[in-house]
């Protein structure tokens, strides 16, 4: 005798029933140990890497440049002579300005002569007011005309002075903007000759995002890496945060200047830099992860082995500026700590008071193994899928 199909579907279907109701959900709660760690936190930018001192050397005297002793990439010192103008027309006003002033001193030598003269007879009343009168006005003319020839042989002196050009600082030619035989003509604005700067000593420009320049402050560290060098690693320190703001295409930034000792002038000005800013640097401290801080403990009534709460959740907040609630396992118990914090870099959080190094913290409840409710397993159901025979009322 053949058996009953439909019997034999059902009799599946509860021994598969029997199997399922027999495993029990497994609910584990995930800890952590509160350890010494590092905390960090950086910005990052990018900018410019720029010299902190940059001179453009200029004349300001016309003429043709006679001779340059210094090129591309020559090291320079302080007080080097680097240029030379032609000389020629700048020392004939030198000796132009040296004859008219020592006209306008006989003529001056003269007049007070006579005015001294004069002053003792009019004072005997042996000359007329008109007489000395004249006098004394020839002798302060006279005066004052040496006194502009002594001016106008200082100027001439000090124009054939400028005709050699020295290195005002100790750093290297970056640029070269004339050639000998030029003509260079000194107007209201001098003309240049080099641009000298000093790569011992540079900086990076960077332009900090608005969200982030908060964060910045003077003192910070910094790390920048250049594509020229980009297996290096370069540190600065912040120096300068200016306030003015820079806004392009909606995008606020603003300026933050983080100095960068270059011993080895491998960094050069004009590099772009990709910075990184630490806002958030401890060493050693104690630290929990961030997940700690917001859990909370439930009741699983068919879980076993999970530790209870030791109070209610609501009752155990903290409710101070700066504390977060700690839940700790002590034993079978959940006990609630108030902690203080301190930094945090997104993950980590700093622990300032509260807890002791290598106590067991509750991080969260692992549910993977939990059943979903029914009315979602209905709801999630395919509808291609076999149903179960229906039972008759």
Known sequence: MKPNPHILLFTTLLALSAVSCSKKPQIRLETAKVERADISESVTATGTVESVTQVDVGTQVTGIVDKLYADYNSVV????????????????????ADASMESARVTYEYNRTNYERDRQLHDKQLISDYEYQTSLKEYEVSKTAYEKAQADRVRAAKNLNYAEI????????????????????????????????????????????EADIGQVKMGQTATFTVDAYPDDKFEGKVTQVRLNPTTESNVVTYEVIVAAPNPDHKL????????????????????????????????????????????????????????????????????????????SNGNMTQIVSGLNEGETIALEYDTAGMSAPASDQNTEQSPFAPQPPHRKK
């Open 166 to 209: 020295y290195s005002p600082i100790d750093g290297v030619v970056i640029s070269r903007e004339v050639e000998v035989g030029q003509t260079v003509v000194s107007s209201m604005n001098v003309q240049n000759l080099y641009v000298i700067a000093d790569l011992d000593n540079m900086q990076v420009v960077g332009n900090v995002d």
């Open 77 to 96: 010192t302080k007080g080097e002579l680097i240029a030379e103008i032609e000389k020629t027309l700048l020392e004939s006003e030198l000796r132009s």
């Open 268 to 343: 050069i000005p004009g590099l772009t830099a990709n910075l990184s800013i630490n806002v958030t640097e401890e060493k050693d401290v104690l630290a929990i992860p961030n997940r700690s801080l917001r859990f909370t403990p439930r009741e699983f009534p068919d879980a076993k082995g999970l530790p209870h709460p030791e109070s209610s959740p609501t009752a155990a907040q903290a409710t101070a500026p700066g504390q977060h609630t700690v839940w700790v396992v002590r034993g079978d118990t959940l006990v609630p700590v108030k902690v203080t914090v301190g930094e």
